[in-house]
């Protein structure tokens, strides 16, 4: 998923938000000729994500600059450690510094917050996913993120699996269209290979869904008493997925309720920066 032109298609795009026609602090107060050499610092502990990242921010900022990546995405890291060391033109560096930090605290701190779910759920079945709440933008990088964290990714876009939601399923109701006819039609369109999965918030929408064919059943907002219930019901006759309320202080209940996946919104679109330094010397 992350692969170099992804990469670069952020950074290049960042780095010209950033400095559209050049640096104007650099160019006016360094002198021509000057080199820089920088450590990235950590200053709290956490999980690595975005190594490459922020050596791609480098290298776009100026091709001269030399950056080595002193550990690897998904490694756990304690404060000042010395994450990646630059060494190349003052100017280049000043001009990547900001953008290089930002997606590398961005994507550690995903990272770093995933984590701690997947830790939370250990010894369990269930697997901990993201959702489609990402930074518009910014989607491959927070999803490789997720996964550095030790989590899953759910479908990366509109047009990678069927999803059917809560606003999909009220259309159907108001063209009086029952559940079980619509999973049919909807199976019947689409490829053998493509994954079918239907959202439901009541217990009695999981057999009408079931007698369609889905491939994996999520299951609302439901309590850990539904939850069981629900999975009860379900019987292995598809993936159970559990979504909504999930929390740092919920998710090891209701993955002991013994649902297949749990996806958490909060690990994209609530994570905060993970504090990281630049720690920059100048030589003229």
């Given at each position: 998923?992350?692969?170099?032109?992804?990469?670069?298609?952020?950074?290049i795009?960042?780095?010209?938000?950033?400095?559209?026609?050049?640096?104007?602090?650099?160019?006016?107060?360094?002198?021509?000729?000057a080199?820089?050499s920088?450590?990235?610092?950590?200053?709290?502990?956490?999980?690595?994500?975005?190594?490459?990242?922020?050596?791609?921010?480098?290298?776009?900022?100026?091709?001269?600059?030399?950056?080595?990546?002193?550990?690897?995405?998904?490694?756990?890291?304690?404060?000042g450690a010395?994450?990646?060391?630059v060494?190349?033109p003052?100017?280049?560096?000043?001009?990547?510094e900001r953008?290089?930090?930002n997606?590398?605290?961005?994507?550690?701190?995903?990272?770093?917050?995933?984590?701690?779910?997947?830790?939370?759920?250990?010894?369990?079945?269930?697997?901990?996913v993201?959702?489609?709440?990402?930074?518009?933008?910014?989607?491959?990088?927070?999803?490789?993120?997720?996964?550095?964290?030790?989590?899953?990714?759910?479908?990366?876009?509109?047009?990678?699996?069927?999803?059917a939601?809560?606003?999909?399923?009220?259309?159907?109701?108001?063209?009086?269209?029952?559940?079980?006819?619509?999973?049919i039609?909807?199976?019947?369109r689409?490829?053998?290979?493509?994954?079918?999965?239907?959202?439901?918030?009541r217990?009695?929408?999981?057999?009408?869904?079931?007698?369609?064919?889905?491939?994996?059943?999520?299951?609302?907002?439901?309590?850990?008493?539904?939850?069981?219930?629900?999975?009860?019901?379900?019987?292995?006759?598809?993936?159970?997925?559990?979504?909504?309320?999930?929390?740092?202080?919920?998710?090891?209940?209701?993955?002991?309720?013994?649902v297949?996946?749990?996806?958490?919104?909060a690990?994209?679109?609530?994570?905060?920066?993970?504090?990281?330094?630049?720690?920059?010397?100048?030589?003229?």
């Amino acid at each position: 998923m992350l692969t170099p032109q992804a990469i670069d298609r952020v950074v290049i795009a960042a780095l010209a938000e950033d400095a559209p026609w050049g640096d104007a602090t650099s160019d006016a107060f360094l002198p021509d000729g000057a080199t820089a050499s920088a450590q990235l610092v950590a200053r709290e502990a956490g999980v690595l994500s975005g190594g490459e990242v922020f050596s791609r921010t480098m290298f776009q900022a100026d091709e001269s600059i030399t950056t080595a990546v002193l550990q690897g995405d998904g490694e756990h890291f304690e404060p000042g450690a010395v994450l990646a060391t630059v060494s190349g033109p003052a100017r280049g560096v000043l001009l990547g510094e900001r953008v290089a930090l930002n997606l590398v605290q961005r994507m550690s701190g995903i990272a770093t917050v995933t984590a701690r779910y997947v830790e939370a759920v250990a010894g369990t079945r269930a697997r901990i996913v993201d959702t489609r709440k990402t930074t518009p933008g910014l989607r491959a990088l927070e999803r490789h993120a997720v996964r550095s964290g030790g989590g899953g990714n759910h479908r990366f876009s509109l047009s990678d699996a069927v999803l059917a939601k809560d606003n999909h399923l009220a259309v159907l109701t108001a063209s009086g269209i029952s559940l079980t006819d619509a999973i049919i039609r909807a199976r019947a369109r689409i490829s053998h290979t493509t994954h079918l999965e239907v959202e439901v918030d009541r217990l009695d929408q999981i057999e009408p869904v079931l007698a369609g064919g889905v491939d994996t059943i999520m299951l609302d907002n439901f309590s850990l008493d539904e939850l069981r219930e629900g999975i009860a019901i379900v019987a292995g006759r598809a993936l159970v997925e559990a979504s909504g309320g999930v929390n740092l202080d919920t998710v090891r209940a209701i993955a002991e309720t013994g649902v297949d996946v749990i996806s958490v919104g909060a690990l994209t679109h609530s994570a905060r920066a993970l504090d990281l330094g630049l720690d920059l010397s100048i030589e003229a």
